[in-house]
T-cell receptor, first 113, second 114 residues
Framework: NAGVTQTPKFRVLKTGQSMTLLCAQD?????MYWYRQDPGMGLRLIHY???????AKGEVPDGYNVSRLKKQNFLLGLESAAPSQTSVYFC????????????FGQGTRLTVV | RKEVEQDPGPFNVPEGATVAFNCTYS??????FFWYRQDCRKEPKLLMS???SGNEDGRFTAQLNRASQYISLLIRDSKLSDSATYLC???????????????FGAGTRLAVHP
């Protein structure tokens, strides 16, 4: 039972490079989320999706783009990485955002040098 | 002001102690609340839901006070294995696009020592 799977688990980027983080869930969940977690800041919502083909901005969307072309996948893109985007990124999914548990992937540790 | 706020701690307590965490939320329209636990360098996992009537799961008790817009988590008889960061979560926060959001607090760190 895979649950929520994130790839890659670790990555080092140079400033200005681009990359895509992939999140896949096999629970048929409607909602998917991307968070970043920084020391002392907790989990901050970057973007989220309430269903296939939809996306919405969270608290800290600048510098990121997302796509939800298939229900099971939620992609997070960094077009031009900056050192300020060094963080741990977590993807999560839930059946809805009401009264239901959110399941998290194991996280992606990204360092931008 | 953050939508969900917690005391960051750390709370350093001896084994067997009772410890309480509080969390406040700013949006009175929030409808559902949870406590998550996050171990060091791991992903958050659901600890328990928080109901209006209060709920208990073993040594853990969660309470919701809608009038004051805060939720609490009480841990009795602390164990070494309770050492973790505890995250408060509010859901049902509708944004300008009409979508519901899942918002986490920054977390409260608990360290239980022998």
């Amino acid at each position: 039972n895979a649950g929520v799977t994130q790839t890659p688990k670790f990555r080092v980027l140079k400033t200005g490079q681009s990359m895509t983080l992939l999140c896949a869930q096999d629970m048929n969940h409607e909602y998917m989320y991307w968070y970043r977690q920084d020391p002392g800041m907790g989990l901050r919502l970057i973007h989220y999706s309430v269903g296939e083909g939809t996306t919405a901005k969270g608290e800290v969307p600048d510098g990121y783009n997302v796509s939800r072309l298939k229900k099971q996948n939620f992609l997070l893109g960094l077009e031009s990485a900056a050192p300020s985007q060094t963080s741990v990124y977590f993807c999560a999914s839930s059946l809805s955002s009401m009264n239901t548990e959110a399941f998290f992937g194991q996280g992606t540790r990204l360092t931008v040098v | 002001r953050k939508e969900v706020e917690q005391d960051p701690g750390p709370f350093n307590v001896p084994e067997g102690a009772t410890v309480a965490f509080n969390c406040t939320y700013s949006n009175s329209a929030s409808q559902s609340f949870f406590w998550y636990r996050q171990d060091c360098r791991k992903e958050p996992k659901l600890l328990m839901s928080v109901y209006s009537s209060g709920n208990e799961d073993g040594r853990f008790t969660a309470q919701l006070n809608r009038a004051s817009q805060y939720i609490s988590l009480l841990i009795r008889d602390s164990k070494l294995s309770d050492s973790a960061t505890y995250l408060c979560v509010a859901t049902g926060l509708v944004d300008s696009g009409g979508y519901n959001k899942l918002i986490f607090g920054a977390g409260t760190r608990l360290a239980v020592h022998p």
